[in-house]
């Protein structure tokens, strides 16, 4: 990916998901553990390089490039590559207190993490979308400006808190992040998105 669509990605994706994580956390605990946003020209950047890494790193391991290197890495794969490079570099700092401090604060950086990647994969599918011009689902998922998750069993986390706390508890315990079962896992919320709107526009026509 070059610099320049890592920027776009960087505006309309991973930079607002910091932000609205940053907002979701009240003043009084921003001030009370001095919780900071960067979401700067410069730390777009060094989330660039760190990208870089973990893509290289992928492609050199685990991707078959072809002779002359011409597969490209697709989607799930790059906002995996994301996720990982969010779990390196984090755009939300706070001071850590001698006591406990609240999980919304501490789980910030992960929850970034988790939205960055679903963010951008929603605008890959808004892309696949228009260019295989299937706009009707193209304005059904613009309309809904986001994914939805499938229901956890009663007495489990909700979908998305429990994918952020797994994404917390093993960086936490110093467990390697694994890019392509994240990966598949993206696919899969994606597949689940797709059918689901697939499904309601078919209902909708008969």
């Not at 999980?103 to 992960?110: D, F, G, L, S, T």
């Not at 929850?111 to 892309?127: P, R, W």
Request: a negative charge; glycine letters at 6%.
């Amino acid at each position: 990916m070059k610099v320049g669509t890592f920027e776009y990605i960087w505006k309309q994706g991973i930079a607002k998901s910091a932000q609205d994580v940053f907002d979701g956390i009240s003043p009084a605990l921003r001030e009370k553990y001095s919780v900071r946003i960067d979401v700067s020209d410069d730390m777009c950047k060094k989330l660039y390089h760190e990208y870089e890494k973990v893509r290289c790193f992928v492609r050199e391991n685990y991707f078959d490039t072809g002779e002359n290197g011409e597969n490209k890495i697709d989607g799930h794969k790059i906002c995996a590559c994301i996720t990982g490079a969010l779990l390196n570099v984090r755009i939300i700092t706070y001071s850590m207190p001698e006591e406990g401090m609240p999980a919304k604060v501490i789980y910030a950086n992960y929850e970034v993490a988790f939205l960055a990647a679903v963010y951008v994969m929603y605008l890959f599918l808004m892309s696949d979308f228009e260019h295989e011009g299937q706009m009707e689902c193209y304005h059904e998922l613009k309309k809904r400006a986001t994914f939805v998750f499938p229901e956890t069993n009663s007495g489990h986390d909700p979908y998305v808190q429990g994918r952020i706390k797994t994404l917390a508890l093993n960086d936490l315990y110093g467990n390697d992040f694994d890019v392509l079962t994240y990966a598949d896992m993206l696919f899969w919320i994606e597949k689940y998105n797709k059918e689901l709107i697939c499904r309601e526009l078919k209902s909708g026509h008969e």
